[in-house]
């Protein structure tokens, strides 16, 4: 119910709840983030079955096992799968595994690089030995397939320009059918779905995804049919993973402010549905 | 020196960037150019260092079969030619070819053979929650299926159980949407703690 005063309309509060100012959210909702930030709530964070499935592969693997690690997300989404990648790395680090580093993603190797091999190195370990980056892999599928079959056709060096050839790593390593787990670190649908097509079905290689929460509806079904190993839920799963191998760190810490944005988002939507319901009472009122 | 000025940028190209929850602004546009020039820029490189290192090398190597593949990738630009530009459908229809032809051997398999494998669930035998869980699977699967089934006009029972369906996919792009707003939280959360703790916290002498 609107009324003229001195030539301004009063509002309501259901009109006032209905229009409210989205920077008024957005304070709410950087308060609701910044504070578990400067001080944590220690909410507890229960354990995924597919993330509990990736870490029992892992642990059970051979040491001296060959894993490709497809980082396969740019900077764009570094915030939510780069906690996945850096914990899977780090858990094959220390299980003394060997990782290959791949990326269909223009930026993806260079990330990985920059971003969460500077904190895996552990003391000992050799590049060229004991991981090895290829880079940037051109030509989406094809590319992968190639690859798969043979990996010096489309990688004749890798991310430093070295050839593959001269790294001790990839002496026992040609194709594929040498990998013993493929571990998709993805941004978008169409990746793990090209390892899929090309490494779980042509060579049988274990699949395991770190997806963002808004893939998880679309992958779930193939961890379900067992074509997906396991998967991490986002920064979630990369928190349960943290805390199952015992490297606490950033993924962990920010669940209590994803907790706390939630529950700001769910009041809001609350809020605004019950003034939405409220308003349809009142014009039923009105009009009868 | 150089990663204290790499802090300074990323802080003032994160609070530009948020700056358009007030409206737009110039330093907005600052930070959404650089980004798209950046991004754009390393792809180029990247791109490059492709052709150099799988095409140019392996030629200069004698590997003269890679010759009639850069022969076929350059037909790309003619494109800009109004009176060769058809000779640009080639490379791009190969291309396409190869992609459909090595998704294609394994699309039944893991798109639909698989699946359809994974929908044969019990419901005897098993716990009552995973019963009452595959018989609602199997109720979503059937219902969503025939909503898209559009051969005859469904009428009756059979109308009623596509409108299950309708009600399955609402509830599915709701899970969807939950997860949007979880990844975009996600991205807003890292960006607000590299804010406090890399930039506030040690400017305060917190870190």
């Known amino acids: 119910m609107t009324e003229t005063k001195t030539g301004t309309e009063k509002q309501d509060i259901l009109t006032k709840i209905e229009n409210l100012d989205v920077r008024i959210i957005y304070f709410f909702v950087i308060i609701a983030v910044a504070y578990p930030i400067i001080s944590p709530l220690g909410l507890p964070i229960p354990t995924s079955e597919p993330t509990m499935d990736i870490y029992d592969f892992i642990e059970n693997l051979p040491e001296g096992s060959v894993v490709l690690v497809g980082s396969e997300v740019g900077a764009g989404a570094w915030s939510e799968i780069g906690p996945s990648l850096n914990i899977l790395m780090q858990h094959l680090f220390d299980n003394n595994l060997k990782p290959i580093i791949i990326s269909s993603v223009v930026d993806g190797a260079m990330m990985a690089e920059m971003y969460t091999i500077p904190k895996m190195i552990a003391p000992g370990k050799v590049y060229g030995t004991d991981w090895v980056n290829l880079g940037y892999l051109a030509g989406a599928e094809p590319g992968i397939a190639a690859f798969a079959t043979q990996i010096t056709s489309v990688k004749p060096v890798d991310y430093f320009d070295t050839p593959v050839e001269d790294l001790e790593m990839m002496k026992n390593v040609k194709s594929a059918a040498d990998f013993d787990l493929a571990i998709i670190c993805t941004w978008g649908d169409y990746e793990y779905l090209q390892y899929l097509r090309q490494y779980a079905i042509r060579f049988d290689v274990p699949i395991v995804v770190g997806a963002k929460s808004d893939m998880i509806p679309g992958l779930h079904p193939f961890y379900e049919s067992k074509q997906v190993l396991g998967y991490l839920n986002g920064l979630r799963g990369a928190g349960e993973y943290e805390i199952l191998t015992g490297h606490l760190g950033y993924a962990a810490a920010s669940l209590d402010a994803s907790s706390t944005y939630h529950l700001v988002v769910f009041a809001l939507i609350v809020i605004g549905n019950l003034a939405m319901v409220a308003r349809m009472f009142t014009k039923n009122k009105e009009g009868t | ?207």
């Open chain 2, 1 to 207: 020196m150089w990663d204290i000025l790499g802090n300074w940028i990323s802080v003032f190209l994160t609070i530009a960037i948020m700056s358009f929850v007030i409206d737009e602004n110039v330093f907005y546009r600052i930070a959404e150019y650089t980004m798209v020039g950046g991004t754009v820029g390393y792809a180029i490189v990247t791109g490059i260092k492709v052709v150099l290192n799988t095409g140019i090398s392996p030629i200069m190597g004698g590997d003269t079969y890679m010759l009639l593949a850069f022969v076929v990738g350059l037909l790309i630009f003619t494109r800009y030619s109004k009176q060769y530009g058809y000779l640009s459908r080639w490379p791009i229809a190969l291309m396409v070819g190869s992609g459909l032809g090595v998704a294609s051997r394994a699309i039944p398999e893991v798109s639909i053979i698989a699946q359809i494998k994974a929908s044969f669930l019990p419901i005897v035998g098993v716990s009552w929650g995973i019963a009452i869980s595959n018989i609602i699977l199997l109720i979503t699967l059937i219902s969503t299926l025939l909503y898209f089934f559009m051969t005859v006009e469904l009428k009756g029972s059979l109308r009623h159980i596509s409108v299950t369906g309708r009600y399955s996919l609402m509830i599915l792009f709701g899970a969807y949407w939950g997860g949007q707003l979880a990844s975009r939280s996600t991205l807003f959360i890292g960006r607000i703690t590299f804010l406090i703790k890399d930039f506030l916290f040690p400017m305060l002498g917190l870190a």
